[in-house]
């Protein structure tokens, strides 16, 4: 696999911003008009002859954007209206699912070779079994066309690169932060916690005042490993530790996991999180923060665009994650290289795929910032955030980009499925129970072996 090990790091505190050129419309000469009116409506009749005679194409569209308050959704409709009106002959049929259901059937649809003509898939680890699997076309050339690998980040492709082969193309490039309620905070009285224990503390008193203290949405794992992982970047005092158990340098039973758990369990114990969280998804979970009905929630900086059109935009700001019994650096960040489109290797309309993901992407950047949701994408974005009426909250994420100092992936995207699995389902066990760390820790290690033998 093809990974700069700077590239993610480079492309986080580099410069967000670049290129939206306006298109502007050429002036017509009307020399010759009487030749040339005669030679359009010919090319004109011949290309509605064409469309006629064209092939009637469904072209299926897996995605994770279902849920129509966020901006994401709306832009994808607008987009692909706009392809079909361009391309009346084909029909784009949207999939929408949340992630962890979209997971979920893309493993069943892979164990048939049915993949769709365009799935959802994450980076390094998580998409290489299907990559070795032959499941996914190579989308080197369709990069090169109308300039679009240009418009991505540097090095953003790294992560979906395997053999030289681009296998799939990112929506987002990434960092978690802690987006809090001012209002909540203010009639709690409570401060922005500066440490992990000020947080845990200000969790106890939001929870005395009658305040939920923080939304997730745990019945998709994966949101309540992003925020354990956060822990052990602190408690690791740094970034990789996952790195550290694949080399045999450290083992899960070592005190920076252990450490983790336990202060990950003090935030569970203190009553962070709302009653049944394992019976929310993702959206129901964010749902309570953008409707006002908790202070806090950890989520990568995709989120901002929905809580930016949603009900609490004007009261929320956010912040770094914090310092942990006071190890670790809060410029270090969970980095998050987007969920990406790839496309069926398989697909009966590879070309005409191939065509709509050029375009989707292409109009991508112009389409997300309209909307307000260009914050945090894996393409460069041209526009002044502010003027088009970005929140203070959005211009502080932006800042906070300028800050990164490295981090580590997700769980997920490090270690093979079958280790992450065990992974996912052990934390998310700690929210209905509290377990002992050096239990966790084993049931971990037990994971990675079993996963990982010669």
């Known amino acids: 696999m093809a990974v700069k090990s700077n590239a993610l790091k480079m492309a986080m505190a580099g410069t967000l911003a670049i290129s939206l050129t306006a298109c502007g419309s050429a002036g017509s000469n009307t020399a010759d008009s009487g030749n040339k009116s005669q030679a359009t409506a010919a090319a004109t009749a011949a290309a509605t002859t064409d469309v006629k005679k064209a092939e009637n194409i469904t072209i299926t569209f897996q995605n994770i954007y279902p849920d129509p308050t966020d901006p994401k959704n709306g832009m994808m409709k607008k987009i692909v209206n706009d392809y079909q009106t361009k391309n009346p002959n084909i029909k784009i049929e949207l999939d929408s699912l949340n992630t962890d259901q979209q997971k979920l059937k893309l493993k069943t649809q892979a164990a048939s070779k049915e993949v769709p003509d365009i799935t959802i898939v994450n980076p390094s680890a998580q998409m290489k079994p299907f990559v070795d699997a032959g499941l996914f076309a190579p989308l080197n050339d369709m990069v090169q066309q109308n300039g679009l690998k240009d418009t991505f980040q540097s090095g953003i492709l790294d992560w979906y690169t395997f053999n030289n082969n681009i296998y799939a193309l990112p929506d987002g490039n990434n960092i978690a932060v802690v987006y809090y309620n001012k209002d909540l905070f203010s009639q709690a009285?409570?401060?922005?916690?500066?440490?992990?224990?000020?947080?845990?503390?200000?969790?106890?008193?939001?929870?005395?005042?009658?305040?939920?203290?923080?939304?997730?949405?745990?019945?998709?794992?994966?949101?309540?490993?992003?925020?354990?992982?956060?822990?052990?970047?602190?408690?690791?005092?740094?970034?990789?530790?996952?790195?550290?158990?694949?080399?045999?340098?450290?083992?899960?039973?070592?005190?920076?996991?252990?450490?983790?758990?336990?202060?990950?369990?003090?935030?569970?114990?203190?009553?962070?999180?709302?009653?049944?969280?394992?019976?929310?998804?993702?959206?129901?979970?964010?749902?309570?923060?953008?409707?006002?009905?908790?202070?806090?929630?950890?989520?990568?900086?995709?989120?901002?665009?929905?809580?930016?059109?949603?009900?609490?935009?004007?009261?929320?700001?956010?912040?770094?994650?914090?310092?942990?019994?006071?190890?670790?650096?809060?410029?270090?960040?969970?980095?998050?290289?987007?969920?990406?489109?790839?496309?069926?290797?398989?697909?009966?309309?590879?070309?005409?795929?191939?065509?709509?993901?050029?375009?989707?992407?292409?109009?991508?950047?112009?389409?997300?910032?309209?909307?307000?949701?260009?914050?945090?994408?894996?393409?460069?974005?041209?526009?002044?955030?502010?003027?088009?009426?970005?929140?203070?909250?959005?211009?502080?994420?932006?800042?906070?980009?300028?800050?990164?100092?490295g981090g580590d992936l997700a769980f997920d995207n490090t270690m093979n499925p079958g280790t992450a699995q065990g992974h996912l389902t052990s934390i998310q066990n700690l929210f209905v129970q509290k377990k002992d760390a050096a239990e966790v820790a084993k049931e971990h290690q037990t994971a990675y072996d079993t996963n990982n033998k010669k």
């Open 189 to 405: 009285g409570v401060e922005v916690p500066k440490t992990f224990e000020d947080m845990v503390a200000a969790v106890k008193t939001l929870k005395s005042k009658g305040i939920q203290p923080m939304a997730i949405g745990e019945k998709d794992t994966w949101t309540g490993s992003f925020l354990f992982m956060n822990v052990l970047l602190r408690t690791n005092n740094g970034p990789g530790f996952l790195n550290d158990v694949v080399s045999g340098k450290k083992t899960f039973a070592d005190p920076a996991f252990t450490d983790a758990v336990s202060s990950f369990q003090d935030l569970i114990q203190a009553g962070a999180f709302q009653d049944g969280a394992t019976s929310f998804d993702y959206n129901a979970g964010e749902n309570l923060f953008k409707t006002g009905k908790a202070a806090m929630y950890f989520m990568g900086s995709w989120a901002t665009g929905g809580i930016e059109t949603s009900s609490v935009n004007g009261k929320v700001g956010v912040f770094k994650f914090p310092t942990v019994k006071g190890k670790g650096n809060p410029d270090e960040f969970m980095l998050a290289p987007g969920s990406a489109f790839a496309i069926s290797a398989n697909s009966k309309h590879l070309k005409e795929t191939k065509d709509f993901l050029n375009y989707f992407m292409l109009n991508f950047p112009k389409e997300a910032f309209a909307v307000k949701g260009a914050v945090g994408i894996a393409q460069k974005v041209d526009g002044d955030f502010k003027a088009a009426g970005y929140s203070d909250m959005a211009m502080q994420v932006l800042d906070l980009f300028k800050s990164v100092k």
